[in-house]
């Protein structure tokens, strides 16, 4: 079956753009979270969602926010971006909640702020 | 606050063994492992829960002690193929339910012919 999609794979802005990327689940699962990693700060929890709800959100300013449609695809979105927002976006989903069975991630989305 | 694993580097030959080890200071519900090589996605191990339930790879072992909040990844007679980043990953408790999924900083593993 197919595995965690995210789109684009990479992507240049600008600072002070807004950027969205995207997250298409393994089929069947309903929970989506996203991740920022970095060399510096490594994988770090950005939110989660379960049934189109956000269950946590990690310690990120508002400027980052994300979303989940019916469908369980997941778009994150990145306002005002700075060069600190320059990383390696990464979507995991699992079946259920708190990925009781693991979490699948996607490759990634290559953001690279200039 | 994030798990904290150690060592943060490892080199072994190939067939010898390696431990793992995560520890966080919080009351955890789960501990994941996971395996990232270069320029890859993490690839799921193994989850732990608490109350003793374990999912994951036949070939791969951990134990979580519950009690002192700890997990170990246990490596055995290490093939080439083992080689990456290991990442423990952590969902504890807080005082709304169960937190997202935190991650240690990681230990590279090299394996050597």
């Not at chain 1, 920022?36 to 926010?65: A, V």
């Not at chain 2, 063994?17 to 191990?45: M, T």
């Amino acid at each position: 079956k197919a595995g965690v999609t995210q789109t684009p794979r990479y992507l240049i802005k600008t600072r002070g753009q807004q950027v969205t990327l995207s997250c298409s689940p393994i089929s069947g699962h309903r929970s989506v979270s996203w991740y920022q990693q970095t060399p510096g700060q490594g994988l770090q929890f950005l939110f989660e969602y379960f049934s189109e709800t956000q269950r946590n959100k990690g310690n990120f300013p508002g400027r980052f926010s994300g979303r989940q449609f019916s469908n369980s695809r997941s778009e994150m979105n990145v306002s005002t971006l700075e060069l600190g927002d320059s990383a390696l976006y990464l979507c995991a989903s699992s079946l259920w909640g708190q990925g009781s069975n693991g979490y699948t991630f996607g490759s990634g989305t290559r953001l690279t702020v200039v | 606050q994030q798990p904290v694993q150690s060592p943060q580097a490892v080199i072994l030959r190939e067939g010898e063994d390696a431990v793992i080890n995560c520890s966080s200071s919080k009351a955890l519900y789960s501990v994941h492992w996971y395996r990232q090589k270069h320029g890859e996605a993490p690839v799921f191990l193994m989850i732990l829960l608490k109350g003793g339930e374990q999912k994951g790879h036949e070939k791969i072992s951990a134990s979580f002690n519950e009690k002192k909040q700890q997990s170990s990844l246990y490596l055995t007679a290490s093939q080439l193929s083992y080689s990456g980043t290991y990442f423990c990953g952590a969902i504890s408790y807080s005082g709304g339910g169960a937190d997202g999924l935190t991650f240690g900083k990681g230990t590279h593993l090299i394996i050597q012919p």
